[in-house]
């Protein structure tokens, strides 16, 4: 608990790792480690779709490399089960719609590039639900990391060529925006201002010039043009 403290409390130089313990078996009434046995039953027995959606980027960080193997090993049965395609569609879309509207809550003065309408999560979500769906039978989109699992769904056909590469190149924008706007901000913030005038010193950082059309103004239209063409390739394959 002292270690998790150090990790997490902000101090004037930022801080080291936000640690929440509530992602785990039990949430944060258990212990904090548990055998791999006991993870192994819960998962079996108890785990609901976010949980096992939570396990697709697991992998060893630190400790007993072997106990880090065994544990990698024995989740991916629980993870890629036979899928219920119509109970995985409604438990995804129910996870992104309320973390739409609890943690995004985009108004008319910014965007949320992260949790919004058409945002990263977005992008995460629906790769997330296809390694899901098609996991138990294609043992190549077991992969960690969006963009890995992206070019491994794509290359086991599962992902059209059109869809790979506007994703692709709408994650790649947004994790730039991401970077740059905390760079300007000086704090990590996923708020995108509407206001084009505002937006210039960012997109100046972005690599857009006033010409006719101000900078900030491209960079508007640039991820209205993004985020509404990913929340439509979400819809069609996460379909309602």
Same mark, same amino acid.
């Given at each position: 608990e002292k270690t998790i403290a150090y990790l997490s409390t902000l101090t004037r130089e930022g801080y080291v790792f936000r640690v929440d313990t509530r992602l785990r078996p039990?949430?944060?009434?258990?212990?904090?480690?548990?055998?791999?046995?006991?993870?192994?039953s819960y998962y079996a027995s108890k785990a609901e779709t976010w949980e096992r959606q939570a396990l697709l980027r697991a992998h060893t960080a630190a400790g007993d490399p072997v106990v880090g193997r065994e544990f990698c090993r024995t989740i991916q049965d629980l993870i890629y089960q036979d899928a219920d395609r119509v109970a995985l569609t409604r438990d995804i879309r129910a996870m992104r719609r309320r973390m739409e509207e609890e943690v995004g809550k985009e108004n008319p003065g910014f965007y949320n590039i992260k949790q919004g309408v058409g945002g990263l999560v977005d992008i995460e979500f629906l790769v997330q639900y296809l390694q899901l769906l098609h996991g138990r039978r294609h043992a190549w989109v077991r992969v960690p990391g969006t963009m890995n699992a992206l070019r491994a769904l794509h290359k086991e056909r599962l992902v059209v060529s059109e869809d790979y590469s506007f994703l692709t190149q709408a994650y790649r924008f947004m994790? /730039? =925006?991401e970077s740059r706007m905390r760079i300007v901000t000086n704090q990590a913030t996923s708020e995108l201002s509407r206001d084009a005038e505002k937006l210039r010193p960012l997109a100046r950082r972005m690599g857009y010039d006033d010409d006719a059309m101000t900078a900030g103004h491209? /960079? =508007?239209l640039e991820y209205e043009r993004t985020s509404g063409g990913v929340r439509a390739i979400f819809e069609r394959i996460v379909p309602v």
């Open positions: 039990t949430g944060s009434k258990g212990p904090l480690v548990q055998s791999v046995e006991a993870f192994k994790r /730039l =925006l491209k /960079l =508007l």
